[in-house]
């Protein structure tokens, strides 16, 4: 057990996928794992281990934002031996080729600060995905044949932005999308030499403000799972 996993010793795999939320998760397991058990409820963000063609795997609420997500990222790793860390959540697109719906696979994750800021002081560290991830994954997209898009993402430490000049620049760069969480995870995958991915689902887009209503999001969810265990034992 951990400060925020309450889960013993050999219940958590070494393949973890990270939902924000903790009911996403809840559903996840439910919906694609077999035999699957609930190993954490510690303040309420729920974490099951089950198996999904065999293959042993943990879906684990990771909360929001990138605080939230160091958290359980570290103890995942340190305390667990999580090897591969795939999160999955939602995310707003920043360009009109990306549509809702979509699926977008973040190859980096820009950002103005996250936990880690610290260990590098002056430095820009480039937070980046494990190309095995982001290869296999979208393989797996282009065989579901879903609109999937692979490049720069930004990794937001605020939800209401008050700047929307930076938005306009991130767009103008090519950032294809918007969240909350990759960039703490690719830094933290980095540090402890651990595999690590973003597999996003596009639910608003901030150029058009069309967003997917909740009762459609299931089905397009539902590929973003599909496609982050493929993945995974691709």
């Not at 077999?34 to 065999?54: H, I, P």
């Not at 939230?68 to 995310?91: C, P």
């Not at 760069?173 to 973003?198: C, D, P, Q, S, W």
Request: glycine letters at 10%; proline letters at 3%.
């Amino acid at each position: 057990m951990t400060v925020h996993i309450g889960a013993k010793p050999g219940e958590i795999a070494e393949t973890v996928l990270m939902p924000g939320d903790p009911y996403r998760a809840k559903w996840a397991a439910e919906t694609f794992l077999e035999d699957a058990v609930c190993v954490n409820q510690v303040r309420g963000m729920l974490g099951f281990t089950g198996n999904w063609k065999g293959n042993r795997v943990t879906i684990q609420g990771s909360g929001m934002g990138m605080p939230s997500l160091s958290i359980y990222a570290n103890e995942l790793i340190r305390d667990y031996g999580a090897q591969t860390l795939i999160r999955i959540g939602s995310a707003g697109a920043m360009q009109e080729d990306v549509k809702v719906r979509d699926i977008v696979l973040a190859m980096t994750a820009s950002t103005m600060s996250t936990p880690s800021r610290g260990f590098f002081r002056e430095m820009s560290f480039a937070p980046c995905a494990h190309y095995g991830l982001l290869a296999s994954a979208a393989r797996a997209a282009e065989a579901r044949d879903v609109g999937c898009h692979v490049g720069g993402i930004y990794s937001s430490d605020v939800f209401y932005d008050e700047r929307p000049d930076l938005t306009e620049q991130l767009t103008r760069h090519g950032v294809l999308a918007v969240e909350m969480e990759a960039a703490e995870l690719y830094t933290i995958a980095a540090r402890y030499g651990r595999r690590a991915l973003a597999v996003l689902t596009v639910s608003d887009h901030l150029i058009t403000g069309e967003a997917l209503p909740s009762d459609q999001r299931e089905k397009s969810f539902g590929d973003m799972v599909e496609i982050a265990l493929q993945a995974a034992f691709g």
